[in-house]
């Protein structure tokens, strides 16, 4: 549900509180990197720092999940 609030806020053009549950989506253990990258509700936070550094701490969370699963 918080992503879902985070992909409308970043629609809406509120980036601060797109971004601020986008990490909690993450630290909540919602971190699927691609789906990060190529949601098009998200095309809006691309150009933000916080945005590029969410989607490296996803990564990271991503990464040994996938090694581990797949």
Same mark, same amino acid.
């Given at each position: 549900?918080?992503?879902? =609030? @985070? $992909?409308?806020? @970043?629609?809406? /053009?509120?980036?601060? *509180?797109?971004?601020?549950?986008?990490?909690? %989506?993450?630290?909540? /253990? !919602?971190?699927?990197? @691609?789906?990060?990258?190529?949601?098009?509700? =998200? %095309? *809006?936070? #691309? /150009?933000? #720092?916080?945005?590029?550094?969410?989607?490296?701490?996803? #990564?990271? *969370?991503?990464?040994? !999940?996938?090694? $581990?699963? !797949?």
């Amino acid at each position: 549900m918080l992503y879902k =609030m @985070a $992909q409308a806020y @970043a629609t809406l /053009g509120d980036a601060a *509180s797109a971004l601020r549950l986008l990490r909690e %989506t993450i630290d909540h /253990g !919602f971190y699927c990197h @691609a789906c990060f990258v190529r949601d098009p509700l =998200m %095309t *809006s936070l #691309h /150009g933000e #720092h916080e945005y590029a550094e969410l989607l490296d701490l996803a #990564h990271d *969370s991503h990464e040994p !999940f996938k090694r $581990q699963y !797949f």
